[in-house]
């Protein structure tokens, strides 16, 4: 969280500068290495939460990779709407980060 959010408040991070399509690189990146090292990564979740290794390679690594796919492809997606308004005006909404969330 703390790195997330100097980097979210340095004008000048990597992370921010980085354009959109980069950023979903990045995380396409990170899942595809989940999924390589699926297996130690489950043995891990597996000892540090007492769950059934069988459990956490399905359901903790297996998600885990498919969530860094799903934000992944929505990198570069985020676009504005415009808004029907009465009125002689232009009205739309522009979606931006605001912030560090977990």
Do not use: H
């Not at 891990?44 to 998600?63: I, R, T």
């Not at 969530?67 to 009125?87: L, Q, S």
């Amino acid at each position: 969280m703390k790195a997330a959010r100097e980097a979210f408040d340095n004008p000048n991070s990597e992370w921010r500068k980085m354009p959109a399509n980069g950023r979903g690189r990045l995380l396409y990146k990170l899942a595809d290495l989940i999924e390589q090292n699926a297996e130690e990564l489950a043995d891990l979740e597996a000892q540090d939460s007492g769950k059934p290794y069988s459990f956490a390679l399905a359901v903790d690594v297996g998600m885990a990779v498919k969530v860094y796919r799903y934000y992944a492809g929505w990198c570069d997606k985020i676009t504005g709407r415009t808004i029907p308004i009465e009125g002689p005006f232009f009205c739309y909404t522009r979606e931006e980060p605001v912030g560090v969330c977990a």
